[in-house]
């Protein structure tokens, strides 16, 4: 156990994914109960054993059914809580959705989650998981970015990456999350993690995980994401937000992101480590020209006091270790 004592009641939204399980398991390990808001499908009961067998989980979890398309159901999982982790989003990488429907269901869903928590009268703090993607395409291609660079828009829509519309809508919520809280008097900080890594104990492979193990795989189309790609340990991230939600000064915006790479220094990584699948060679991978993120600076999270633990060899042997016992790899 890390904390003792009563730390009192925290809302996790989006609960059964891959950061907010991580984060929900360290909430009950730190002495927090925990209400957690998972989608239920018609007709499709979800498994949610990876959550309810926690440990602590019997004790201080408590599971909500809530929807980002009415989020007023998110009512029930805020009362009573003095925080709320804000971590759902709707994610549709296949595009089957025009991206207007998307950036308003993410808009309007999140601001009336943020009106739950004003009228809560006991929240008093909100951390919202926003995205390295709302600072990363800037048109100016500076090679270092902080929590003053934005997205920009257009931008993201002349490149065509693969998820623009997330990261189009991940850089439109944050602008409104901040605003709102600013007019509104709201305690809101704002998370940016880059590409999340290492274990998982969702049933799936995470989207990022998938991503940053597309060579493990064998996976081509993913390839041009890793062009230049930043990194955080999903272990690290979890600190991170309960850092935030805990340290009295944090204001505003944080990067999350421990290490930047390349994918050809991850091939070099990769080869030495995992002779035993077919990494491709650095100098076959120049056909991959993706989009190469600019440095990610954490400067003003570990000014305030916060540490990475975490190495690239550690995410990634957390994450090939988990994909072998979930029968993944």
Known sequence: MEGG???????????????????????????????????????????????????????????FDADLDHPETFGAAIQGCTGVFHVAHPIDFEGKEPEQVINERAIDGTLEILKVCLDSKTVKRVVYTSSGSAMGFNKDHLDVVD???????????????????????????????????????????????????GPFICPKVPGSVSVSLAMIFGNKDMYPLLAKIPMVHIDDLASAYIFLLEHP???????????????????????????????????????????????????????????YEYSLEEMYHGAIQCCKEKGFL
């Not at 509104?184 to 900080?189: I, R």
């Not at 491709?280 to 440095?295: I, M």
Request: some cysteine.
């Open 249 to 307: 000064q944090a204001k505003g915006r944080y990067i999350c992101s421990s290490l930047d790479i390349t994918i050809e220094k991850l091939s070099e990584f990769l080869s030495a480590k995992y002779p035993e699948y077919q990494i491709p060679p650095p100098h076959s991978l120049k056909d991959f020209e993706g989009f190469r993120y600019p440095n990610f600076s954490s400067k003003k999270l570990l000014d305030i006091g916060f540490n």
């Open 147 to 197: 929590e003053s660079i934005w997205s920009d828009i257009e931008f993201i829509k002349s490149l065509r990456p693969i998820g623009a519309s997330y990261y189009i809508s991940k850089t439109l919520t944050e602008r409104a999350v901040l605003e709102f809280a600013q007019g509104n008097g709201l305690d809101v900080v704002s998370v940016n993690p880059s590409y999340v890594h």
């Open 5 to 63: 004592g009563d730390k009192g009641t925290i809302c996790v939204t989006g609960g059964t994914g891959y950061i907010a399980s991580w984060l929900i398991m360290r909430l009950l390990r730190r002495g927090y109960r925990v209400h957690a808001t998972s989608r239920s499908y018609p007709g499709n009961k979800k498994d949610i054993s990876f959550l309810t067998n926690l440990p602590g989980a019997s004790e201080n979890l408590k599971i």
